[in-house]
């Protein structure tokens, strides 16, 4: 597990494609980002050259509406459950860790989000990701039930907005901690 707190990002101007250069430097960062990079990295070659680390988002966010079903469903299992116990996020992602820090504090919420994530994937057949950073479980019940009267179609697109929102906070965060 990478340690977040002494991670900088590389610089973005100049990454190169080539094994063992900035391609590698560009899924460590994506890696950070998306949990698991792996339906991203046949598109890397489409996002390069990068003025910016937000810029590589925005490109990613318009692939990622591009991928296939499956591999969107990817990005999403990549996310640790909403609620999971907390050693099996940690060892999963020091950052998804540390953003569902608040929701370990809600003992009551926690097992109604273990409730939560069997129907929801039972219904919608794929994992649900919530932009939850710093919210307790009782905050997010409404957002989610809520979520429970989507279609399928709308579910997985609300989904995929969440991890882009959780990739464009990471990288907020990253590029603050390493100044």
Not at 7 to 17: E, W
Request: aromatic share 6%.
């Amino acid at each position: 597990m990478t340690d977040v707190h002494h991670l900088s990002l590389p610089p973005v101007h100049g990454l190169d494609l080539a094994p063992g250069r900035g391609a590698d430097q560009l899924r460590e960062v994506l890696a950070l980002l998306f949990e698991d990079p792996t339906p991203l990295v046949g598109s890397l070659g489409a996002v390069l050259p990068l003025g910016s680390w937000t810029e590589l988002l925005d490109r990613i966010e318009l692939i990622v509406g591009e991928l296939d079903q499956p591999d969107q469903i990817l990005l999403l299992a990549a996310h640790p459950r909403l609620g999971e116990r907390p050693e099996t996020v940690a060892t999963a992602s020091s950052l998804s860790s540390r953003e569902q820090e608040e929701l370990g504090e809600d003992p009551g919420g926690l097992v109604w989000l273990v409730y939560f994530n069997a129907f929801y994937e039972q219904r919608f057949g794929f994992r649900c990701v919530e932009f939850v950073d710093g919210r307790r479980a009782r905050d997010l019940i409404g957002v989610l039930e809520e979520r429970l009267w989507h279609e399928r179609s709308a579910e997985l697109e609300a989904g995929l907005r969440a991890v882009m929102a959780i990739a464009r906070d990471r990288l907020d965060r990253l590029s603050k901690e390493g100044q």
